[in-house]
């Protein structure tokens, strides 16, 4: 038996033009949402950047500042970070915003300031109640009674 050379076809394929789908696909031009935030406005993209949901997969496993400064800078600028940080930004307000921030692009005023609070305090409270049943050591002489390794 000999091999036959496998010969380009002949047939040509089409092109996927995606640049004229989402041509036909495009809907009108949304606005971002504004905010104020140490003395500064910002403005949200009308959608999230593909750069921020890139990101935010790295920063879940990252403490570089880097990373962190690439995916806040998708939503609020390149020198946010600086801006925040010279401004004394918590942790807490940091989280805050990005859910608040986050969720307002998804849906202009589909999160309140005050519901992204509670949600943020609520997610470490969940976090912290998580963390202190996995660092609680087991108490002695409890639990299960010992066997005496014979059968019966």
């Known amino acids: 038996m000999t091999e036959q050379p496998i010969e380009p076809a002949e047939v040509e394929v089409e092109v996927a033009d995606f640049d004229a789908f989402f041509a036909e696909q495009a809907e009108p031009e949304r606005r971002g949402v504004p905010l104020k935030l140490y003395g500064r406005t910002y403005v949200l993209p009308p959608s999230l950047p593909a750069l921020f949901t890139l990101q935010l997969h790295r920063v879940q496993h990252s403490a570089r500042p880097d990373d962190i400064r690439r995916l806040l ?52 409270a969940a976090r912290g109640k998580a963390a ?18 014979k059968r019966s």
């Open 73 to 124: 800078g998708s939503l609020f600028g390149p020198d946010a970070v600086d801006h925040f940080s010279e401004a004394g930004m918590s942790d807490r307000h940091l989280g805050i915003v990005l859910l608040w921030a986050t969720a307002n692009v998804a849906e202009p005023g589909g999160v309140s300031m005050e519901r992204a609070a509670q949600l943020y305090d609520e997610r470490e």
């Open 132 to 149: 202190a049943r996995q660092s609680r050591p087991r108490p002695k002489g409890k639990g299960k009674p010992r066997s005496s390794g």
